[in-house]
């Protein structure tokens, strides 16, 4: 009996400390990503109905010439569905790794990681 109980601690305290090491938290809250938010001279603006817009100031692109998209956020995959003005669509999927009420990061499958500041709350 002092065995069978000796196993089943030893067991217990072995998947505590597995599962202590895992981050099961892999989801984000998507009404954080709501607003403007800026990475040097580009912009997203991402509003509560699932579109947005995105523009390059350092490309002479001002907000009123944005380029519309549409976004998803499911647990940690972010997906923009960029919207071409001659028609078509261009999807886009990142993974997030971090995202705040100031602070946004992701990255692409190919390992490029974008990061952004928040600049405005409002849409």
Do not use: N
């Not at 998209?69 to 569905?81: D, K, N, R, S």
């Amino acid at each position: 009996m002092k065995r069978i109980i000796l196993y089943f601690s030893v067991l217990l305290f072995s998947l505590f400390l597995v599962t202590s090491c895992i981050d099961f938290d892999d989801s984000f809250d998507e009404s954080m990503l709501i607003g403007k938010w800026e990475s040097g001279t580009l912009y997203y603006k991402y509003l509560i109905d699932g579109t947005g817009t995105t523009w390059d100031e350092g490309d002479d692109v001002m907000e009123d010439e944005a380029q519309s998209f549409t976004w998803t956020l499911v647990e940690a995959e972010l997906t923009h569905i960029h919207i071409m003005e001659m028609g078509g669509t261009v999807p886009k999927i990142y993974t997030v790794t971090q995202l705040s009420e100031t602070s946004l990061k992701y990255e692409d499958s190919f390992g490029k990681t974008f990061s952004f500041t928040k600049v405005s709350t409002s849409p």
